[in-house]
């Protein structure tokens, strides 16, 4: 079964730091891009970050950019979402989700498996 | 920033009735559309992407069209488990992606 599965969110101060993870399963993770997507309490989606299946190029939300790092081991089949000086408008639920591959290409920026995500508040 | 606006707010209908949800784009993304059912307390599903293809999976029942600004998502015959917010999405201007605000197809 295609599985990603969330972890490491929590609550933490703002100005603070937080490393999300992601595990994947039940397909060949160094073949696909992943994405970062959050969703804020009782809010739409937002797109947060991207990395390639090569660990390059790596993009980000101008929200997030300079804050957050992306990165990926294909090793151990894990997403990471380094995420610094935390602000109270990133308390989200952030969820993993797999980049569409389609005839052989990526179609990254399309998301066709997603994880059941993890939580961040930010709060004194 | 490309700019998703999604009609209605919500939907209010009966299973086995028609759904037609809109999608519009502040300026145009040619087909670069996709659209995403999510359920209370679950992650996002992928339905179509590039305006009218249908993700793996998918019921035939999910269909999508449009091409510009103006998109459309029809459900042909409600089913029980389709009542869900629905969300456009848009990658013409990759990076970075942009979702609309939502859709709401709730039971009557």
């Known amino acids: 079964e295609v599985q990603l599965v969330a972890s490491g969110g929590g609550l933490v101060q703002p100005g603070g730091s937080l490393r999300l993870s992601c595990a994947a399963s039940?397909?060949?993770?160094?073949?696909?891009?992943m994405n970062w997507v959050r969703q804020a309490p009782g809010r739409g989606l937002e797109w947060v970050s991207y990395?390639?299946?090569?660990?390059?190029?790596?993009y980000y939300a101008d929200s997030v950019k300079g804050r957050f790092t992306i990165s990926r081991d294909n090793a151990k089949n894990s997403l990471y979402l380094q995420m610094n000086s935390l602000r109270a408008e990133d308390t989200a639920v952030y969820y993993c989700?797999?980049?569409?591959?389609?005839?052989?290409?990526?179609?990254?920026?399309?998301?066709?498996?997603w994880g059941k995500g993890t939580t961040v508040t930010v709060s004194s | 920033e490309i700019v998703l606006t999604q009609s209605p707010a919500t939907l209010s209908l009966s299973p086995g009735e028609r759904a037609t949800l809109s999608c519009r784009a502040s300026?145009?993304?040619?087909?670069?559309l996709a659209w995403y059912q999510q359920k209370p307390g679950q992650a996002p599903r992928l339905l179509i992407y590039d305006a009218s293809n249908r993700a793996t999976g998918i019921p035939a029942r999910f269909s999508g069209s449009g091409s510009g600004t103006d998109f459309t998502l029809t459900i042909s015959s409600l089913e029980p488990e389709d009542f869900a917010v629905y969300y456009c999405?848009?990658?013409?201007?990759?990076?970075?992606?942009?979702f609309g605000p939502g859709t709401k197809v709730d039971i009557k």
């Open positions: 999405q848009q990658r013409s201007s990759w990076p970075p992606v942009t």
């Open positions: 990395i390639s299946s090569s660990r390059s190029p790596m």
């Open positions: 989700a797999r980049g569409l591959r389609y005839s052989g290409y990526d179609w990254g920026y399309y998301m066709d498996v």
């Open positions: 300026q145009s993304v040619s087909s670069y």
């Open positions: 039940g397909f060949t993770f160094s073949s696909y891009s």
